[in-house]
C-alpha cells in the first residue's frame, strides 16, 4: 500500500535480497538490510501519507529554528543561551543525519535527545511569541 505504507520494519522486507546459492548467504546485497535514510525509511513504512507528515514536522521545526536564530542574533549572541544553543545544534545535526542514517525515525536515544531538544526551542519560541 503506497499510500499508508507497509509498517514497522518493512525496508528490511522490501530490501532483503535471496541469497544465490553460488553466493554466500552473508553477502546481504546492494542495499544492505535496511534502509539508510529516515526519508525513504518513512516512505516505505509509512507510506506517502507519513512522508509527508514525517516532513512537515521537520520543517515547521526548521522554521522555528531559523526565527530563533534571526531573533537571538539581532537581540544578542547565543552563548548567552548554552541550553537553547545546543538545542538547535543537536536538532540540525539529527536532520541532517537523517539523509545519512535512519536516526530519530526510528525510536532510540536519538529520539529522545531530539524531543528534549525540542522542548527546550519550544519553550523559547512561546517566550518570543508572547
Known amino acids: 500500500n503506497f499510500f499508508t505504507g507497509y509498517g514497522p520494519q518493512a525496508d528490511r522486507h522490501i530490501l532483503y535480497n535471496n541469497p544465490r546459492p553460488d553466493k554466500s548467504e552473508l553477502i ?14 518513512s516512505l516505505i513504512c509509512s507510506g506517502l501519507l507519513g512522508m509527508i507528515c514525517f516532513l512537515t514536522i521537520n520543517l515547521i521545526i526548521f522554521k522555528k ?18 541550553f537553547l544553543s545546543s538545542a538547535i545544534f543537536s536538532i540540525l ?3 541532517m543525519r537523517i539523509l545519512f542514517e535512519n536516526s530519530f525515525s526510528v525510536f532510540g ?3 529522545l535527545i531530539f524531543m528534549s531538544s525540542y522542548i ?9 511569541n508572547n
Open 28 to 41: 546481504l546485497g546492494p542495499f544492505g538490510f535496511n534502509a539508510s535514510n529516515g526519508i525513504i525509511y
Open 93 to 95: 545535526f539529527l536532520q
Open 109 to 111: 536515544v536519538d529520539l
Open 65 to 82: 529554528i531559523i526565527t530563533l536564530l534571526i531573533h537571538h542574533f539581532k537581540k544578542s549572541n547565543l552563548n548567552s543561551k548554552p
Open 120 to 128: 527546550i526551542i519550544q519553550n523559547e519560541y512561546r517566550k518570543l
